[in-house]
């Protein structure tokens, strides 16, 4: 998921980079919502609670971080939209690069800090298990 997730940052990037592509930006925005938000609530839903289970915490820790990262990220896919439909260029440039270093900075703490921490802490039967409930999550 992280790779397709960082290739919609990256194009998403360039859509800001030299004016505004407004297409280009719309594709990240349906993307987040078709892909990446089901995404985060995988690990929302699926993957966090069970770190909390084998006593990772939520506040303090990683889990709470992350969960900071999903809902600031919400706010600036809604602040991107919002300038968007009200053609406010600097608005969504603002919001955009707002969301490519956010994200970039998440993905690198779960890749380097959670990701490792949860594969410490979980079986691979319990892996497996998580994996079946998140297939069961669209993209």
Same mark, same amino acid.
């Given at each position: 998921?992280h790779?397709?997730?960082?290739?919609?940052?990256d194009?998403l990037?360039?859509a800001?980079?030299?004016?505004?592509?407004k297409?280009?930006?719309?594709?990240?925005?349906? @993307?987040?919502?078709?892909?990446?938000?089901?995404?985060?609530h !995988?690990?929302?839903?699926?993957?966090?609670?069970?770190l909390?289970? !084998?006593?990772?915490?939520?506040?303090?820790g990683?889990i709470?971080?992350?969960l900071?990262?999903?809902?600031?990220?919400?706010? @600036?896919? !809604?602040?991107?939209?919002?300038?968007?439909?009200?053609?406010?260029?600097g608005?969504?440039?603002?919001?955009?690069?707002?969301?490519?270093?956010l994200m970039?900075?998440?993905?690198?703490?779960?890749?380097?800090?959670?990701?490792p921490?949860a594969?410490?802490?979980?079986?691979?039967?319990?892996?497996?298990?998580?994996?079946? !409930?998140c297939?069961?999550?669209k993209n």
């Amino acid at each position: 998921d992280h790779k397709k997730i960082l290739e919609s940052i990256d194009a998403l990037q360039v859509a800001v980079r030299d004016g505004i592509n407004k297409e280009e930006v719309k594709k990240f925005l349906d @993307f987040t919502q078709s892909f990446a938000e089901p995404h985060h609530h !995988k690990e929302e839903n699926v993957l966090f609670p069970k770190l909390e289970e !084998k006593g990772i915490p939520r506040e303090g820790g990683p889990i709470g971080m992350m969960l900071l990262d999903h809902e600031t990220k919400r706010g @600036f896919v !809604k602040n991107l939209r919002e300038a968007l439909e009200n053609n406010d260029e600097g608005k969504i440039k603002e919001n955009a690069l707002a969301i490519i270093n956010l994200m970039r900075d998440h993905i690198y703490k779960e890749d380097n800090i959670l990701y490792p921490c949860a594969e410490d802490v979980l079986t691979e039967v319990e892996m497996n298990e998580m994996g079946a !409930k998140c297939s069961e999550i669209k993209n």
